[in-house]
């Protein structure tokens, strides 16, 4: 990606030195927090009501929001806990994969785009959708890494990609108009950085497809004879002993029916 590398150059100094670890530290204090106080979470959430009367932070904070939270005890922990130690490992991925500049780029343009959908969507996709792109970017940096599903099943990243995949575009097609557009802004940030190379891999795909079948055209089956005698259809399968020889006449012939004379062999 050259654009990225230039931009890298140039903006190198945004770049956040463990951007995703710092995500999951606030993330687990805030999961504490709601023991103490249930309603921080309504502090905190993406509301562009509240956002437009000056709570400027929430364009911020939801991303530190646990997901899937439900009534306090010990299943729930164990959620979050979950939870917190697969986006860890995928932080972990990408920044080993991409360097801090382009997790940190990939990340803050995921929370442009769910920003955009909920202000002009109105389509509240809280901080899953950006826990989903970082997914989307494992599996296509590191698709064959291995990821035990549940501490148990041991699945490669791909798979679970795929998986995930399909029920988005399952929500995708059954969402309004709206609804699409808020799901297709969401992700643009994915679009932008593995979209041209996408592209550029159908294109290579597609040419090598043309050349395989232009091959398969020209090419010669094993059990097609390359001599044929033109008197008597022998060749070289039917009698390994056999020449052949072309005539004035442009026929292959073999030398017990080449023509002598006027087609004498050239």
């Given at each position: 990606?050259?654009?990225l590398?230039?931009?890298?150059?140039?903006?190198?100094?945004?770049?956040?030195?463990?951007?995703?670890?710092?995500?999951?530290?606030?993330?687990?204090?805030?999961?504490?927090?709601?023991?103490l106080?249930?309603?921080?979470?309504?502090?905190?959430?993406?509301?562009?009501?509240?956002?437009?009367?000056?709570?400027v932070?929430?364009?911020?904070?939801?991303?530190?929001?646990p997901?899937?939270?439900g009534?306090?005890?010990?299943?729930?922990?164990?959620?979050?806990?979950?939870?917190?130690?697969?986006?860890?490992?995928?932080?972990?991925?990408?920044?080993a994969?991409w360097?801090?500049?382009r997790?940190?780029?990939y990340?803050?343009?995921?929370m442009?785009?769910?920003?955009?959908?909920?202000?002009?969507?109105?389509?509240?996709?809280?901080?899953?959708?950006?826990?989903?792109?970082?997914?989307?970017?494992?599996?296509?940096?590191?698709?064959?890494?291995?990821?035990y599903?549940?501490?148990?099943?041991?699945?490669?990243?791909?798979?679970?990609?795929?998986?995930?995949?399909a029920?988005?575009?399952?929500?995708?097609?059954?969402?309004p108009?709206?609804?699409?557009?808020?799901?297709?802004?969401?992700?643009?940030?994915?679009?932008?950085?593995?979209?041209?190379?996408?592209?550029?891999?159908?294109?290579?795909?597609?040419?090598?497809?043309?050349?395989?079948k232009r091959?398969?055209?020209?090419?010669?089956?094993?059990?097609?004879?390359?001599?044929?005698?033109?008197?008597?259809?022998?060749?070289?399968?039917?009698?390994?002993?056999?020449?052949?020889?072309?005539?004035?006449?442009?026929?292959?012939?073999?030398?017990?029916?080449?023509?002598?004379?006027?087609?004498?062999?050239?």
């Amino acid at each position: 990606m050259r654009f990225l590398d230039k931009l890298e150059r140039r903006f190198g100094f945004i770049a956040i030195p463990g951007l995703i670890r710092i995500v999951v530290a606030f993330t687990a204090l805030v999961y504490i927090l709601t023991f103490l106080n249930p309603e921080i979470l309504s502090i905190l959430d993406l509301n562009p009501a509240r956002v437009r009367k000056g709570e400027v932070w929430r364009l911020v904070t939801y991303i530190f929001i646990p997901q899937g939270i439900g009534p306090p005890g010990l299943m729930q922990a164990i959620w979050v806990v979950f939870a917190l130690q697969i986006i860890w490992f995928f932080g972990e991925m990408l920044q080993a994969a991409w360097g801090a500049f382009r997790v940190t780029l990939y990340f803050f343009l995921g929370m442009i785009g769910t920003t955009v959908a909920a202000f002009v969507f109105g389509v509240p996709f809280s901080n899953i959708m950006l826990g989903v792109s970082i997914l989307f970017a494992c599996g296509c940096l590191c698709p064959n890494e291995i990821m035990y599903v549940l501490f148990i099943l041991p699945m490669k990243i791909k798979w679970i990609a795929w998986i995930v995949a399909a029920f988005l575009l399952l929500g995708f097609f059954r969402a309004p108009l709206l609804g699409k557009l808020a799901l297709t802004i969401a992700f643009a940030h994915f679009f932008i950085f593995f979209g041209p190379e996408a592209l550029q891999r159908l294109r290579q795909h597609k040419e090598i497809a043309v050349r395989r079948k232009r091959f398969e055209i020209q090419a010669r089956p094993e059990d097609e004879p390359l001599h044929r005698c033109a008197t008597c259809g022998a060749t070289e399968l039917t009698d390994a002993s056999l020449e052949f020889r072309v005539s004035r006449d442009g026929e292959e012939y073999c030398l017990a029916h080449l023509p002598r004379a006027a087609n004498a062999p050239v």
